[in-house]
């Protein structure tokens, strides 16, 4: 990233330009859901709505009878304009994975990411021959060859992973382009990322013709960032194409010494309880 950010400095050009030049003048990003009581879910839904985002997105695969609750809550909270997404992590068999989203579908549900595991690739191809929900996968598409296998096997409906995952942002975007060649498209994998990440992945799906609503972002849950201005995201659901050159953001390098010092004081960031690793 920081290669291509001198490269398009030393061009006058924005990233996007660097890789073929946009197609599409903006990228829409979904809202995260957290689970928890249908009235906590309610809230966050409205929380999204008020922001302007249609595309709300909330993990199961852990009670369906819970989570069925959960989504049948999302959709009289949202209305039927937005798209609910969902993701199991693949927790799912197969023959679960099959009841369960036919039990879903009368909420319309926009796709189900990875609902199985990904191996065999055949787990994912049964459940999309088998239930009238799309399919996202998702767990994978780690490297250039697995994301490769499971387009060309044609997996799934959509395809969500991103470049730290197969390497960079031209195989990325060259994976993006197997995709669209097959009909299929793609949507944007975030495992929670600042800024600059989100600026040099916004670029490419700016390039891409295949990309749905809804990529994945973090932006709008952290209290903070290492840019001196905000992404649009962390506030909305739609990014335009920036102005500028490179990936057009400026890093503030006082907040890159504080957060270094809260680091050097405090350790990673995890959002789990690393003492919990290895145990039941």
Not at 71 to 87: S, Y
Request: proline fraction near 5%.
């Amino acid at each position: 990233m920081a290669l291509w950010d001198i490269c398009g400095k030393a061009c006058g050009q924005p990233l996007y330009n660097l890789f073929g030049g946009k197609v599409r003048e903006q990228a829409n990003y979904f809202y995260y859901l957290s689970q928890g009581p249908n009235e906590d879910v309610a809230r966050q839904c409205r929380e999204g709505l008020a922001e302007g985002f249609h595309v709300f997105y909330l993990k199961v695969g852990i009670d369906i009878e819970a989570e069925i609750e959960m989504v049948r809550t999302v959709r009289e909270t949202v209305g039927a304009n937005c798209k609910i997404r969902l993701d199991a992590n693949g927790a799912w068999k197969v023959n679960q994975a099959i009841r369960n989203l036919a039990r879903l579908d009368s909420y319309g549900i926009d796709f189900i990411e990875q609902p199985v595991s990904q191996d065999p690739v055949t787990n994912l191809q049964e459940v999309r021959s088998r239930t009238p929900v799309a399919v996202c996968a998702n767990e994978g598409m780690w490297t250039v060859d697995d994301a490769y296998r499971h387009i060309t096997h044609r997996s799934a409906d959509v395809y969500c992973f991103s470049p730290y995952w197969v390497g960079s942002l031209a195989q990325w975007q060259r994976l993006c382009q197997v995709a669209h060649f097959e009909g299929l498209q793609i949507v944007k994998h975030t495992h929670g990322e600042f800024g600059i990440v989100a600026a040099a992945t916004h670029h490419i799906l700016l390039t891409l013709p295949n990309v749905v609503d809804g990529n994945q972002q973090t932006a709008h849950m952290m209290q903070d960032d290492i840019l001196k201005d905000p992404p649009p995201i962390a506030s909305g659901p739609n990014w335009g194409a920036p102005h500028g050159s490179g990936l057009c953001i400026e890093v503030d390098e006082e907040k890159v010494a504080h957060y270094h010092k809260a680091y050097r004081q405090q350790g990673q960031f995890l959002p789990y309880d690393p003492s919990l690793i290895g145990k039941e």
